[in-house]
């Protein structure tokens, strides 16, 4: 089993629609969690650190479930720009784990 | 400054030769992070130094040397490389390693011929 799992997608959405994407991860221990986004050929860019309580930054909401061993991201009101590839990170000790990237095209 | 610089661009180097790949960081951070990532597959990390102290080195080759001069600055230097140790090299930095956000550079894109 892969330390950190994501649905690769492609998620094809229409614009102003709500996409949710999930990621599970393996080690119980796991300290911290991040959602990052990637452009074609860019570097990850950092959306959001996701707490215990859940957050939110405008249209973007974060979930963190220790249970059950998943992180969401939640993406109300799709603009064509949200198109990327977003990445779950997971610190494990001083190792920083990604998973594989859910690609995310929004189509006007 | 919340930026993370990283160079060169792009390299092109034969596998006899001898490179190095330079990164940047102004935010205080005391973790630095060299990352390799092929295409369509997620950052896959390399080094680990904290405090200018090299904590992680994941099993990656002997032609690949990290070195940390300095709290701001951290280099990979590069030897004798295959053709398939071409591509994207990011650099990241955060506070203290174990629980912070990392961020990125831009990334150095190496070609190996």
């Known amino acids: 089993r892969k330390e950190v799992e994501q649905d690769p997608g492609p998620f094809n959405v229409p614009e102003g629609a709500t996409v949710a994407f999930n990621c599970t991860y393996s080690?119980?221990?796991?300290?911290?969690f991040f959602w990052y986004r990637q452009d074609c050929r860019k570097e990850p860019k950092l959306l959001m650190s996701?707490?215990?309580s859940g957050n939110e930054d405008g249209r973007f909401t974060a979930q963190l479930n220790r249970a059950s061993q998943y992180i969401s991201l939640l993406i109300r009101d799709s603009k064509l720009s949200d198109s990327a590839t977003y990445l779950c990170?997971?610190?494990?000790?001083?190792?920083?784990?990604f998973g594989p990237g859910t690609r995310l095209s929004v189509l006007p | 400054d919340t930026e993370v610089t990283q160079t060169p661009k792009h390299l092109v180097m034969g596998m006899t030769n001898k490179k190095s790949l330079k990164c940047e960081q102004h935010?205080?951070?005391?973790?630095m992070y060299w990352y390799k990532q092929k295409a369509k597959k997620p950052p896959e990390l390399m080094f680990v130094?904290?405090?200018?102290?090299?904590?992680i080195n994941e099993s990656v080759p002997s032609r690949f040397s990290p070195e940390c001069p300095n709290s701001s600055l951290l280099n990979l230097h590069l030897h004798a490389l295959q053709p398939e140790d071409s591509a994207l090299y990011l650099c990241?930095?955060?506070?203290?390693?174990?629980?912070?956000?990392?961020?990125f550079g831009p990334g150095t894109r190496l070609t190996v011929l």
């Open positions: 990241a930095s955060s506070l203290p390693a174990g629980v912070n956000e990392q961020f």
């Open positions: 080690n119980s221990a796991s300290q911290s």
């Open positions: 996701v707490y215990s």
């Open positions: 990170a997971v610190h494990q000790g001083q190792n920083f784990v």
């Open positions: 935010m205080g951070h005391r973790a």
């Open positions: 130094y904290s405090y200018e102290k090299l904590s």
